[in-house]
Structure formats: structure tokens, C-alpha cells
């Protein structure tokens, strides 16, 4: 059996509920941490090794309203960052896929029932 290509869809929804939980807990981070004086929103694609975004740095001078917006517009960056993340990845999987004819997918090995059957007896 060979992959020959993956859907936007499902990989983007991954990516994002992940990142989304991620940019959550750095912002909850960044409110109860005082050595950190500004907060990133990113948006773009970020891997490992690769940062291409958008950056919006805000202060940690907030106002009543104001961490509750920040928590909510970290969460949305960073979902959105992981939607944009994922279309890239699912592109280039699928190229690398069309250009080898499939990326195999057998990992484990398969027994045959009539083997199985003639050691068991």
C-alpha cells in the first residue's frame, strides 16, 4: 500500500486545535511570568529550523480588558500560524509523493491466516 497524497483538510484542523492550544499556554505563560515584558503573535508558517511570519509584539501593559483579548487573539495567531503551517507541509508531502509514485505505508509486517493457522497447530 502506497501513500499518494494526504487532504488539506484534516491535516489544517490538527494543526490548528495544536498550535491553538500552544499559543493558550504561552500566553497563560506569559501573564504569570514577569521576566517576560513583551508577548508575539505570530502569523505565518513556523517548523523547526524555518520562521517565516509575521510578528506583532505587545507590551505587557495591559489594561482590565485587555488579557482576556490578548489571550484570545494569542489563541487565534497561533491557530491560524498552524493552519498556514499545515497547508505548506501537506503541499510538499503531496509533491514528494507524486514524484516518487507514493510513499509506502506498510510498517507492520502482514501474516498470512493459512501460515498463522499451520503454526498454531
Known amino acids: 500500500m502506497r501513500i499518494i497524497a494526504v487532504r488539506v483538510r484534516p491535516v489544517c484542523v490538527a494543526f490548528s486545535f495544536v498550535y491553538g492550544i500552544a499559543g ?11 521576566e517576560m515584558q513583551q508577548f508575539t503573535f505570530p502569523l505565518g508558517i513556523f517548523v ?7 510578528d506583532l509584539n505587545l507590551s505587557k501593559l495591559m489594561t482590565a480588558s485587555e488579557p482576556i ?9 497561533y491557530a491560524i500560524s498552524g493552519c498556514l503551517t499545515a497547508l505548506a507541509a501537506t503541499f510538499l508531502f503531496n ?5 516518487t509514485g507514493g510513499i509506502d505505508a506498510r ?8 501460515s498463522e493457522s499451520a503454526a498454531g497447530s
Open 95 to 99: 509533491i514528494a509523493a507524486s514524484v
Open 48 to 54: 523547526p529550523f524555518v520562521k517565516f511570519t509575521f
Open 69 to 77: 483579548l490578548y489571550g484570545i487573539g494569542a489563541t487565534l495567531a
Open 24 to 34: 493558550l499556554l504561552a500566553f497563560v505563560q506569559y501573564c504569570f511570568l514577569e
Open 107 to 114: 510498517f507492520v509486517k502482514v501474516v498470512d491466516e493459512t
